[in-house]
């Protein structure tokens, strides 16, 4: 019986089982938590170390689109789909069946914002079938990231892409979990699952809108600086750091203070131009963080004010 307080101490565990096994010449069966089992596939090299041929390296390009891959048939699945289609102006549909050859793309110049591939048949769950198309649409349109719908197509088409572990990261809704893969040659790559008679009308569509988001975050590193005393030097550094051209165009930055405080150090500065945004807040996993929503401009600033929003909070409770 071993004991853990942290992530590590479990990572520990199941590299130490590992050992175990090897050292004994026989099968050690491991009972624990989630956070065990995330350890499991690199302790005992159950992740794919080679990319298959017909799968490309995971691609980090700021022009490509989400993949949705609709394998449920069920009314709320079509309904979610239904929404999606309504709100999002730029969605590719494209239907396959068994007898399909390859996946004909209008508009090759261009990448659409979402690709939603689904079976023209929907009565007839044919797996081999999706999972061929999504290989073609990875060869040739290097998805930013992947929703499937539907757990029995979830399961066969993750096998065919040779994706063995995920990290969950966050729930969307609590039918709906974004991951990313964790190892092989589509490692870190973002995904959300859901099961196909669940959520709201707007699950599929909010989650396309959280992996466009992704999308702009993570394609850059993005650089956390707290202004600490809005009253002293803190603000100036902040406002003349974010015009380097070497900064601007390597990462994204979230100032974590008072955007007032940031503009008139900006101005004081002699940049008065600097593009200063107020954060949003939004609420993951029962907790408050910042929205990371940038604009095209690379040198903008995002300040999140945490302090302002405490200040809200108790007074709405009193």
Known sequence: VCDATSQDHLLSIAQAAAKLQQDINASVLLCGSAGLAMGIPRAFNLLSSSTPKSLPQHSTSTSSCVLVVQGSSHPVTAGQIGHLLKTESDVLVTEVDSEYQEVSFPLPDRRPEVILLSLRNKAVADFNCLNRAAIQIFETLYPSGLIVTGGSTAA??????????????????????????????????????????????????????RLKQL???????????????????GPEIIAKTATLPDLASSCRILVVGDPESLKKAATFCGNPNLL??????????????PRLEWPENESAVLVWNPIKLEMKLDRSEE
């Open 156 to 209: 066969s088409l993750l096998n065919h892409l040779s994706i063995n572990c995920l990290s969950v990261a966050e729930y969307i809704e609590p039918s709906a979990t974004l991951s990313f893969v964790a190892g092989g040659p589509m490692d870190s790559f973002p995904l959300i699952i859901k099961s196909g008679g669940l959520g709201s009308e707007s699950l599929i569509s909010s989650s396309v809108s």
């Open 215 to 233: 999308r702009l975050t993570t394609l850059k590193p993005v650089i956390a600086l707290t202004m600490g005393d809005p009253c002293g030097i």
């Open 276 to 289: 200063i945004i107020a954060a949003e807040t939004e609420e993951r996993g029962g907790k408050l963080w």
